[in-house]
């Protein structure tokens, strides 16, 4: 399933966020979305899901989805979003329960999720039990369980300290190795953004708008922080967007 | 042994300069954190009852305090034995818990659902919020003659006084406890197709939980208020006809047997609301 996001705008209280921006995330890629802060990535995902509606331009997919999966379109929060008095397994029940399966169809599903993001013996336990890395493990399992056909990830390992993000995000480049899954991975984090993105849309400061669309063609398992490869994308990316980080900045500082 | 030199005791250097003995003498750095953190200590809430009752019984049994104004805490409990054996107290207790129950339930659901509207819906938010704001501060006792002239004397005004006075805080409460669910958490089961009764039923209203229980504890404080003074009103039985009429014979034993059971139903109900919290919030 491929989704498309044709020339969207969008305000808030006469405030333009996002102007004419327009994305296309195809079948089993990444797209990592890099912007400043306050250049309206949160809001385009929000949009791109259906939680939010632009005030011009529509959001589209094509093809079919497979049959096992729920929920097309599948949220990962910057925040985990985890229920505080559902347990891991109480928490993707919450998301399984409503499509009718049967118990056993379930409980396969949960258990299958949970043995992905290593948390099997984690099921019982409450949110504020796990530590922050296992929180986000269990809202990816979480969005695993109901088989998406596109992942949509708001900066999902910004809430983490350095050491846990940088296994997270092994965690999720075996993933994709193994299930080659779509996604919009929204980041202000330009090497989280040159590590996972197969393209990178960088957005412009306020009112965002598409600056460039970058194509890494390396593929996943063989990118390091070190690759030479990575490095010029890495600082040509940077010349693009430091001007308008440094100018959000100063802007943020003014307006606060 | 003339030419002895005075001899300079030198002390490490720290940073590079010599210190010498004569260097500033060494100073701790004040402890300036610590307090703000209240604990439960195990055994005082008992000592201090038992310190309470000792100057109570010191008082009454020197004669510094008259019989009349204060009776011994012995003939209080001999007055509260008495009640038991000869079943006046059950007869009292009973007529009253009727009345606490069916107000508070009464009240407490309708508060539960009017604050559940109020906080889910724009339309009750803007008609029914204005009127519960504008109901909260009457003193509902005041509204005892009224509902005796519409519902008579017996039962149903005094449910209905306690169930108004509880009803109004519970509103408040529901649609406080409303209002602080995360909302991230309803967007997360909005994005999972999750159905409005299942986010109502498993994020709303678990949601709401810590602000309903702290509200039950608030209407029930109020509920026993109310129930005392109806009853003092006008009630054949009840605790608060108990103690009004002990009052007006001037057997202070009795009325403060009364008091003391009051005080007991007020403790165990608080006691099960805090069981509540600890059973249902132990995911804090």
């Known amino acids: ?256 | 042994m003339a030419d002895l030199k005075p001899v300079t005791l030198r002390v490490a250097p720290i940073l590079g300069e010599p210190v010498l003995a004569a260097a500033p003498a060494r100073q701790s750095v004040p402890f300036r954190g610590g307090g703000f953190a209240p604990r439960r200590l195990r055994f005082v809430p008992l000592v201090t009852f038992l310190l309470v009752l000792a100057l109570w019984w010191v008082v009454t049994h020197y004669g510094w305090v008259s019989d009349l104004s204060l009776p011994k805490p012995g003939e209080v409990f001999a007055a509260l034995v008495a009640m038991v054996k000869d079943g006046s107290l059950a007869v009292n207790f009973m007529a009253s818990i009727r009345r606490l129950a069916l107000g508070w339930a009464l009240g407490a659901s309708f508060g539960v659902v009017i604050g559940l509207t109020i906080g889910l819906f724009s339309l009750a938010r803007s008609s029914a919020l204005p009127l519960v704001s504008a109901l909260f501060p009457i003193p509902k006792i005041a509204l005892l003659p009224l509902f005796v002239l519409w519902l008579g004397i017996g039962e149903v005004s005094k449910v209905a006084t306690i169930a108004f006075g509880v009803f109004s805080p519970m509103v408040i409460a529901t649609f406080g406890g409303v209002d602080n669910v995360d909302r991230g958490l309803i967007r997360m089961a909005q994005s999972f197709g999750v159905p409005r009764w299942t986010i109502l039923t498993r994020i709303i209203l678990p949601g709401a939980l810590p602000a309903l229980l702290s509200g039950a504890r608030i209407s029930t404080s109020i509920a026993i208020i109310l129930l005392t003074a109806a009853e003092m009103i006008g009630a054949q039985h009840g605790l608060g006809a108990m103690v009004l009429a002990a009052g007006n014979l001037m057997q202070t034993d009795q009325l403060l047997a009364g008091v003391v059971v009051l005080s007991g139903l007020g403790f165990t109900l608080s006691q099960i609301i805090g069981w509540a919290e600890r059973r249902f919030l132990h995911w804090r």
């Open chain 1, 1 to 256: 399933m491929d989704l498309m996001a044709q020339s969207i705008t969008h305000a808030y209280g006469g405030m333009v966020i996002l102007q004419d921006v327009s994305l296309h995330v195809e079948s089993g890629q990444i797209m990592a979305v890099l912007g400043p802060s306050g250049c309206g990535k949160s809001t385009l995902l929000r949009i791109l899901g259906g939680l939010e509606k632009p005030d011009s331009g529509g959001v589209f997919t094509t093809g079919v989805a497979e049959a096992a999966t729920l929920n097309p379109l599948t949220y990962v929060f910057q925040d985990f979003a985890l229920v505080p008095w559902l347990s891991v397994y109480g928490n993707i029940e919450l998301a399984l329960r409503h499509h009718g399966l049967s118990r056993a169809d379930r409980d396969a599903r949960i258990e299958g999720v949970l043995t992905r993001v290593n948390l099997r013996e984690f099921a019982k336990a409450l949110p504020k039990q796990l530590s922050g890395g296992m929180r986000q493990r269990a809202a990816i399992a979480r969005a695993l369980a109901v088989s998406p056909a596109i992942l949509l990830m708001d900066e999902p390992l910004s809430a983490l300290d350095a050491q846990t993000r940088a296994l997270l995000m092994e965690d999720l480049k075996a993933l994709w190795q193994q299930s080659g899954f779509s996604a919009v991975y929204v980041t202000h984090n330009l090497s989280e953004a040159v590590q996972l993105g197969h393209k990178i849309a960088v957005l412009s400061r306020r009112p965002g708008r598409l600056r460039e669309l970058v194509s890494i063609d390396m593929p996943l398992a063989a990118r390091r922080d070190d690759s030479p490869e990575l490095l010029a994308i890495r600082d040509h990316i940077w010349h693009l967007i430091r001007d308008e980080a440094a100018m959000a900045d100063r802007e943020m500082v003014q307006n606060g």
